[in-house]
């Protein structure tokens, strides 16, 4: 089995699911902490299958990313593996109370991640951070700059 080609430079980011679905994602859309499921589909228009090109899209609070994070960030909009490091769970959600409060929250076993920080773990289980997927803005669109950060998923 031939392993699905993983985010590179040049990949945009499209809608993984909903109405739509396959269709770049327009980062002036995104609200603060209202994270977004995307694709990376590669310059020859293929979209990128497999749970390792799952991807959690994410508006910061104006101002509260961290500095340097910056390059790797469109803006106040930054791009994760959606796959938890601790037992590959997806992470979609923002948590709304305590340590959890504005940050992606894996629902299996409890790990928190800061979006504000490029995904680094702040609590829970799982051993390291999520992934980034260095990002830039172009043409109104989300372009992956290079592929991912480290290793994706467990
Ligand atoms: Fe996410 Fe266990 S799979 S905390």
Redesign the pocket.
Known sequence: VKAAATASAGDTLVHFQGDNEGLPLDPNALAPLEPVLARPRSSSGEIREGTANIITVIRVPGGELEESFAEMAAGDVVAVSAI??????L?SDVGTFGTAEGKLA??????IFDPRMGGERVA???PRGLPMLPIMQESGHLVATAGFTGKVG?
């Open positions: 938890c490091t601790h037992q590959g769970c992470v894996c629902t299996c076993h409890g790990s829970g289980p799982a467990v």
